[in-house]
């Protein structure tokens, strides 16, 4: 007996599903906000992207597949950088990067936020100039700093008294004066998973406002000539819907920019207000466009700004999952079906696709929710509460919680998880050597791969057991 025979069909999910998620009226209808601008479900029943057939698309990239709207990606960067004008929009290349990402970016007139070595050189291949260019980070390695120096980064974040010394010093090694901002926590209980948060105070991002750290750092930054203070920023945290926390980081950094006029007499010309703006990953989720996030932030900086009697300094922001998070789906292929008994008669229905955990670490870290269809057809099956599992050895290995499915999802059929752009590919692992999928970039009716699949040589190439025994 499958889960809607159960009596899951009506109403709420139940209880083994959550509250909010509703049986859907047609199972095959897409929820707009889920999905990147060009999808749609085909005459024929498979969803289309960008004009391509997915059945199409898994047939010559194989599954798991990251399937990304580029048209999608770039209205995503424009609308920001159009919206929050004459600010600086720095895309944050951690939710995900590849050159081409990085190239769309500068086209759109978008600057970049790298956080390791690794996101620099990808920066760098992709010719992004230094002066487009801000490099965060809570503990980068003195070589880390040099690249981003000798490629001229126009700033480098601090985030501790240990890296303003390394900073300094690799500054000082090349004669030049490096501008630097500050990291600031600003003692703000952002509303989204602890994990995400950063700007609490226990956390091992940013220096201290209210426990002083943050202006110690400023005075150590000011004694050291080779550092050029120029502004301070605030990251609350990611997946963010309330603007409560950014308004409460915005007044407080504010606060610390005037302050700092009178204690030093010094103007710092920027603040960078961080990233974290929420998308739709499910129903339960309300975004709001970036025109409507500006207009709040505009408000709040001028409002503040004029409280305080200055002018308003030039603002940054450094979105990251608002750009790319809705604008790629995973596709993936159904091996297995299997109806689970549960307590008091009910059942629930787990569907296993041939990725997981390795390519969206986020559901088990998080506890995040996705919601997912059936991709390679349309159905008349009715609904049934379902679980969208991995291969991977790992009971944790899920990566839709709940989502309503037609009963008759069966082995070979494609299912589609939306909301996938960021933070997915980006965190994806190798466990249990499953290789990495590809990032399938479309556009027009074209496709083409931006980042390839991973191969088991490529897995095997890393192990040097095979290398050692050939040699012995
Ligand atoms: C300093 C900083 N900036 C920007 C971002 C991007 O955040 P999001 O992808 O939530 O916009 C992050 C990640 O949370 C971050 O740590
Ligand atoms: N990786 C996280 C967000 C942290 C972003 C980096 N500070 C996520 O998937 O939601």
């Known amino acids: 007996m499958r889960a ?27 929820v707009p906000v889920l999905w990147s601008e060009h999808v749609a479900r085909a005459e024929d029943g498979a969803l289309r992207v960008a004009g391509l057939d997915v059945r199409e698309l898994a047939q010559e990239f194989g599954t798991p597949a990251y399937i990304l709207d580029e048209a999608d990606f770039r209205n995503r960067a424009r609308a920001f950088r159009e919206a929050f004008a004459p600010a600086t929009v720095y895309y944050a290349a ?15 007139g978008l600057s970049v936020d790298v956080s390791t070595g690794g996101e620099l050189a990808v920066a760098l291949a992709a010719g992004v100039p230094g002066e487009r260019l801000v490099f965060h980070g809570n503990n980068r390695s003195a070589a880390e700093l040099g690249r981003a120096m000798d490629a001229n980064v126009a700033r480098i974040v601090v ?3 240990d890296e303003i010394e390394r900073v300094a010093r690799v500054a000082a090694e090349r004669g030049i004066r490096q501008r630097v901002i500050v990291r600031v926590t600003v003692g703000v209980e ?10 609490h105070e226990d956390q091992k991002f940013g220096l201290s406002l209210a426990g002083g750290a943050a202006d110690e750092a400023v005075r150590r930054i000011l004694a050291a000539p080779s550092l050029e203070l120029v502004g301070l920023h605030s990251h609350i945290g990611s997946q963010i819907f309330d603007t409560a926390g950014f308004e409460i980081a915005t007044r407080r950094l504010l606060g610390m920019l005037h302050r700092l006029r009178g204690e030093h007499g010094i103007e710092l010309p920027e603040v960078d207000l961080g990233g974290g703006f929420g998308i739709a990953y499910t129903t339960q989720d309300d975004p ?10 505009r408000a709040i900086v001028e409002r503040e700004c004029a409280a305080l009697g200055m002018d308003v300094p030039h603002v940054s922001i450094e979105p990251g999952r608002a750009i790319a998070g809705p604008t790629t789906f995973t596709l993936y292929e159904v091996g297995t079906v299997k109806d689970v008994a549960l307590d008091g008669g009910r059942r629930r229905t787990y569907v296993a696709v041939d990725g997981g955990m390795s390519d969206n670490i986020r559901t088990a870290l998080y506890d ?3 919601s997912a269809t059936l991709a390679s057809r349309r159905s008349d ?12 050895c790992e009971s944790g290995d899920v990566v839709v919680k709940d989502e309503f499915l037609p009963a008759d999802v069966a ?15 980006s965190m994806a692992s190798n466990y249990n050597h499953v290789p990495r999928p590809p990032v399938v970039a479309v556009r027009d009716g074209a496709a083409r791969v931006l980042l390839r699949r991973e191969t088991e040589q490529d897995l095997l190439r890393l192990d040097t057991g095979l290398d050692v025994e050939e040699g012995a």
């Open 4 to 30: 809607h025979e159960a009596g899951a069909l009506h109403g709420q999910a139940g209880d083994h599903g959550p509250a909010w998620l509703r049986v859907p009226d047609d199972v095959n209808a897409l």
């Open 94 to 108: 951690k939710a995900f990067f590849s050159v081409a990402v990085a190239r769309w970016v500068l086209e759109e």
């Open 159 to 161: 985030d501790s008294y």
């Open 190 to 199: 952002a509303h989204t998973h602890e994990f995400i948060a950063t700007a």
């Open 288 to 297: 709001q466009p970036p025109r409507v996030l500006a207009e709040s932030m």
């Open 368 to 370: 995040a929710s996705y």
């Open 381 to 392: 099956a009715g609904p049934v509460l379902s679980r969208v599992v991995g291969k991977h």
């Open 411 to 425: 082995p070979g059929d494609l299912v589609a998880v939306p909301g996938t752009g960021a933070y997915c590919r």
